[in-house]
T-cell receptor, first 115, second 111 residues
Framework: GAVVSQHPSWVICKSGTSVKIECRSL??????MFWYRQFPKQSLMLMAT?????????EQGVEKDKFLINHASLTLSTLTVTSAHPEDSSFYIC???????????FGPGTRLTVL | DAKTTQPTSMDCAEGRAANLPCNHS???????VYWYRQIHSQGPQYIIH???NNETNEMASLIITEDRKSSTLILPHATLRDTAVYYC????????????FGGGTRLMVKP
């Protein structure tokens, strides 16, 4: 199957730091990618839809100025958590469909810990 | 997308079949049933999907009732590595649309 990677796998930072998470489709192109957040023992919650060449679409309650998304190429989407605070500590996961009618492939996730 | 209901948790003995039910009573005619699973601290993994016919692949079988209001994911010979949270999702024909995850079923395979 198609492969989606994320970098870094785990990041620990101080409060107030901005953290960038990369999501790459390694062997296919993705015009659309999705960003999810998962708190401990909870399900995944969609944060935003990343669209190549255009602005991301954010879910209700997700601050677009806090979580900056850039989908600059067909294989890379980045999520930047600006001025991170301890409550932003979570597991961030991206996904991309191989084709619009296919199942989605998920990255391995990035664990963010804000001290 | 139709709402799905799954049991919170299930246990299964290693080597036995694991049958995971899912209710999707409000599913519409063009919505597929997708199953994903998430092993602890990893990204979700696609398992199988179907519309109205039963489906089988190397990982599992999917049985969909004739009225499509419920389905069952079957892992024929569960192993310890199948311990995970299993998510049943009903979505429109375009799976490239966003996925809305419910609580899922936490399957514990025991030796």
């Amino acid at each position: 199957g198609a492969v989606v990677s994320q970098h870094p796998s785990w990041v620990i930072c101080k409060s107030g730091t901005s953290v960038k998470i990369e999501c790459r489709s390694l062997d296919f192109q993705a015009t659309t990618m999705f960003w999810y957040r998962q708190f401990p023992k909870q399900s995944l919650m969609l944060m935003a839809t990343s669209n190549e060449g255009s602005k991301a679409t954010y879910e209700q309650g997700v601050e677009k100025d806090k979580f900056l998304i850039n989908h600059a190429s067909l294989t890379l989407s980045t999520l930047t958590v600006t001025s991170a605070h301890p409550e932003d500590s979570s597991f961030y996961i991206c996904s991309a469909p191989l084709r619009l009618a296919d199942e989605q492939f998920f990255g391995p996730g990035t664990r963010l810990t804000v001290l | 997308d139709a709402k799905t209901t799954q049991p919170t948790s299930m246990d299964c003995a290693e080597g036995r079949a694991a049958n995971l039910p899912c209710n999707h009573s409000t599913i519409s005619g063009n919505e597929y049933v997708y199953w994903y699973r998430q092993i602890h601290s990893q990204g979700p993994q696609y398992i199988i999907h179907g519309l109205k016919n039963n489906e089988t692949n190397e990982m599992a079988s999917l049985i969909i009732t004739e009225d499509r209001k419920s389905s069952t994911l079957i892992l024929p010979h569960a192993t310890l590595r199948d311990t995970a949270v299993y998510y049943c999702i009903a979505i429109g024909g375009n799976a490239g649309n966003m996925l809305t995850f419910g609580g899922g079923t936490r399957l514990m395979v025991k030796p």
